[in-house]
């Protein structure tokens, strides 16, 4: 199975900061990731597909990169309404395999 | 606007049954392939088994495999999954997906437990 290894579990930033968090996959999954938003209560919401495609609705602040095995979202300026937990998926092969999530705070 | 909906979820023993359903509008449902996705108490989420568009191709996580069905209808436009002997680490809130979560529903619980 294909290992996805999501960085940092938790992170507490500012109003503004730029945020970014990182899933390492343990094999090739080339483009096959995708991005989630979940915040309390809720369904998660699609983010980013293809690793770098920013999903319907999507603000602009947020942004999919891939550096060899390492995938990163990445929010440019954190507001208020990204306070949320985050997964990846990779869905090149089965079973389909998450990452852990990081939960994003505010400080 | 795509609308999935899950139904059938409650409390069941260890060892019973129960059946999921996902009613899907707004798309055609049977053009994409469909999935269940589910989330334990505090925990993160977990891809449960996905069918492809037509019903021929059937995938399951190792867990779940021999205990879980997962089906559709197309006719109906609904997604289906089957529960039997279920166990305690069943107990998670389940989603039904539209294809590798472009779309999700509200979630149902499913809570095992004697």
């Known amino acids: 199975d294909i290992q996805m290894t999501q960085s940092p579990s938790s992170l507490s930033a500012s109003l503004g900061d730029r945020v970014t968090i990182t899933c390492r996959a343990s094999q090739d999954i080339g483009n096959y990731l995708t991005w989630f938003q979940q915040k309390p209560g809720k369904s998660p919401r699609r983010m980013i597909y293809?690793?770098?495609n920013l999903a319907a609705g999507v603000p602009s602040r947020f942004s999919g990169s891939r550096s060899g095995s390492d995938y990163s979202l990445t929010i440019s300026s954190l507001e208020s309404e990204d306070v949320a937990d985050y997964h990846c998926?990779?869905?090149?092969?089965?079973?389909?395999?998450f990452g852990a999530g990081t939960k994003l705070e505010l400080k | 606007e795509v609308q999935l909906v899950e139904s059938g979820g409650g409390l069941v023993q260890p060892g019973r049954s129960m059946k999921l359903s996902c009613a899907a509008s707004g798309f055609t449902f049977s053009n994409y392939g469909m999935a269940w996705v589910r989330q334990a108490p505090t925990k993160g989420l977990e891809w449960v088994a996905t069918?492809?568009?037509?019903?021929?191709?059937?995938y399951y996580r190792d867990s779940v495999k021999g205990r879980f069905t997962i089906s559709r209808d197309n006719a109906k436009s609904t997604l289906y999954l089957q529960m039997n002997s279920l166990r305690s680490e069943d107990t998670a809130t389940y989603y039904c997906?539209?294809?590798?979560?472009?779309?999700w529903g509200q979630g149902v619980m499913v809570t095992v437990s004697s």
């Open positions: 069918i492809s568009y037509d019903g021929s191709s059937t």
């Open positions: 998926l990779q869905s090149i092969q089965y079973p389909h395999t």
């Open positions: 997906t539209r294809g590798a979560g472009g779309s």
């Open positions: 293809g690793a770098t």
